[in-house]
């Protein structure tokens, strides 16, 4: 299990998937330095690894045992006519969007996960952080497009 460390402003906290997706919140100091370092190929080895694989190919330890296959992340690009699908693809992590298998059992729903991670907080702050965190996993599945 690999833990992310997390900040907005001046709270910190981290995070750590298993590899159900599962989001488990642990409180710990971190200063804005540590916290910044975290991005979005860190969260998605973290969070979306275990399904989709490190390599994005649909191929993580954990797609052996569901239901559906799993998309190949790699391959998004050149299904949208070489294009990344940018919003569409913030909007399946987050859960917003319906399109199969997103947002059923089969693959967590980020948005409402990440929120969750400090409850304590006021929820404009924990949606910012979720949004901040999805846009990085989105970012870098744009990165990891084949050609």
Same mark, same amino acid.
């Given at each position: 299990? @690999? ?19 599962? =989001?488990? =919140? ?27 694989? @490190? ?12 239901? @559906? ?47 969750? =991670?400090?409850?304590?907080? @006021? ?25």
């Amino acid at each position: 299990m @690999k833990v992310l460390h997390i900040a907005f402003g001046i709270g910190a906290m981290a995070i750590a998937s298993n590899t159900f997706g599962q =989001v488990e =919140v642990q409180k710990q100091p971190l200063s804005w330095e540590q916290a910044r370092l975290t991005d979005g190929g860190d969260l998605y080895i973290a969070l979306c690894a275990s399904c989709h694989g @490190k390599s994005g190919m649909g191929d993580g330890p954990a797609s052996a045992v569901l239901k @559906k296959k799993v998309p190949d992340l790699t391959l998004l690009a050149a299904a949208n006519n070489g294009k990344f699908p940018f919003n569409e693809v913030e909007a399946a992590i987050n859960g917003k969007s319906r399109i199969e298998p997103h947002g059923t059992i089969d693959m967590p729903i980020w948005g409402a996960a990440l929120e969750g =991670v400090r409850p304590d907080w @006021k929820i404009f702050r924990r949606e910012a952080l979720a949004k901040q965190r999805i846009h990085n996993i989105t970012e870098y599945l744009s990165t990891i497009q084949s050609d």
